[in-house]
């Protein structure tokens, strides 16, 4: 490929080019981790009565294992993200899917409340840490123009994983108990994580390409690739603080459901597999979310098709003080999983549309982490009212007022940073 000295101004121009765009493999590789640490991830709601089974311990407290390794992988996501905004994703995607086999495959090991702390919360954790901040931040490197829509499709890894983990792991712990099901997960996630993380490349400049598969005349590779604001400088707008919190408001929202809608099935007298069944209805949902929203997004704006995914969240969650029979609950699922699925798909962009992606990865690394704070504190929550209550009433409730504040909060975000 021809690559002249650089001129500003110039656009777009076919020229001669390379059969298949391999940012179509980045975004492959980056679909496969996502479907695989997510989906992992999701699963362990799959795992919860099974261990509350065996250990009779209080649903708050096994929550927290699994709201620590969600905090834990936002917090080092930072870092990942800095790293990878340097360095590239390849090392990072192999340590770190060695910490996530490891910590899966010690699960297997557990007999005491402390060890799920250790091996899931801190281990899994770390290992959780550059799913997302690694796959949507490489994505918003690779393309430009179809951004929204190849982010999408990688959060369709997602919802592929939510819907295939928790039946693959529900028939496993039927089949062979929940000890040997950690085993085998932990040997197809270190694998598929390490072996995808191989795939990717930082950004098109490594390998003498432009975003979007684009050949400009005269324009070298780097020349848009680091556009945008400075890490300080986003720190000091509004708008940033703004994505942050809502990002914290919403993700309250939906790592609540995500944790607690299959036993809240099973406690209204649905079976175990049918109620796993819920949760794969909302991952096969998302990926419509993230489909239809990823495409629209591209035209509309992602602020606005964020409005639309809370709207819908907050209706869905509304619905569910009602939903006492199956049918109700896969209508939530409809709903709630295009929402979820939805939201998931435009936080990287609008971070990108703001800011750029010159520093793109440690700011969605900063905003992810801030998502960990609601994610964390929303399952704990919900496990500690049920401890009192007997119930998910009041933690539904409570879902539908903080969306609410989310919805407030993108609904205030106006103004874009010039860059």
Known sequence: MLILPFREGLRPVPLKKPPLFYGYMVAAGCFAIQATGIGTHVAFGIFFK????????????????HSLAFVLSGFIGIFVGRLNDRFGPRVLMTVTALFFGAGLFLMSTVNSLWQVYLFYGIMVGI????????????????????????????????????????????????????????ILLAVFATLMLAG?????????????????????????????????VSLSEALRTRQFWTICFTNLTIVFCLMLIMLHITPHAMDIGIPATTAAGVLSAIAGASIIGRLFVGFVADRLGYRTCMICC????????LWLQLADQLWMLYLFALFYGMGHGGHFTLI????????????????????????????????????????????????????????????????????????
């Open 50 to 65: 099974p261990l509350l089974a065996d250990f009779d311990w209080p649903r708050a407290s096994l929550a927290g294992a």
């Open 127 to 182: 290992g959780l840490s550059p799913v997302d901040v690694i796959a949507l931040s490489t994505t918003a490197r690779w393309f430009v123009r179809r951004r929204g829509l190849m982010s999408g499709l990688v959060k369709v890894g997602t919802g592929a994983g939510q819907f295939f983990l928790p039946l693959a792991s529900s028939f496993l712990i039927l089949t062979y108990g929940w000890r040997t099901s950690y």
């Open 196 to 228: 995808m993380g191989q795939v990717l490349r930082r950004d098109p400049s490594q390998m003498g390409l432009l975003p979007d598969g684009d050949t400009l005349i005269g324009t070298a590779p780097s020349a848009s690739a680091e556009k945008g």
């Open 310 to 317: 809370f709207s819908v969240l907050i209706s869905a969650f």
């Open 348 to 419: 990287s962009p609008l971070v990108a549309e703001h800011f750029g992606i010159r520093s793109h990865g440690v700011l969605f690394g900063i905003v992810l982490f801030a998502g960990t704070f609601g994610g964390a504190l929303g399952p704990i929550l919900a496990g500690h009212l049920f401890d009192i209550t007997g119930s998910y009433k009041i933690a539904f409730w409570i879902c539908a007022a903080v969306g609410s504040m989310a919805l407030g909060l993108i609904l205030s975000l106006k103004r874009k940073i010039e860059f």
